[in-house]
Nanobody, 115 residues
């Protein structure tokens, strides 16, 4: 059974930083691509960043230059470093692993940016 568990969310002031982790049950190299998504209240879930098994990385325009995704294959973990956080970054952040034809989702972690 594939499981993804996010951690690292919390409350942070505008301009602050958080680092999210997504730990997989087993090798993350099994996933064709792993992505970070977020969903704010009343809004659709959106892609924030993705990293493929080949190392290709993509970011949403809204987070470019502020967020960085990376992975530690030995620890079966993917990270999302979030800097210069803004109130509009407030959302539940989810990790997704794509293993065709299936998608696996974590339970999400809340990020709240507020003074």
């Amino acid at each position: 059974q594939v499981q993804l568990v996010e951690s690292g969310g919390g409350l942070v002031q505008p301009g602050g930083s958080l680092r999210l982790s997504c730990a997989a049950s087993g090798s993350i190299l099994r996933f064709y691509v792993m992505g970070w998504y977020r969903q704010a209240p009343g809004k659709q879930r959106e892609l924030v960043a993705s990293i493929s098994s080949g190392g290709e990385i993509n970011y949403a325009d809204s987070v470019k230059g502020r967020f960085t995704t990376s992975r530690d294959n030995a620890k079966n973990t993917v990270f999302l470093q979030m800097n210069s956080l803004k109130p509009e970054d407030t959302a539940v952040y989810y990790c997704k692993g794509r293993m065709p034809p299936y998608n696996y989702w974590g339970q999400g972690t809340q990020v709240t940016v507020s003074s």
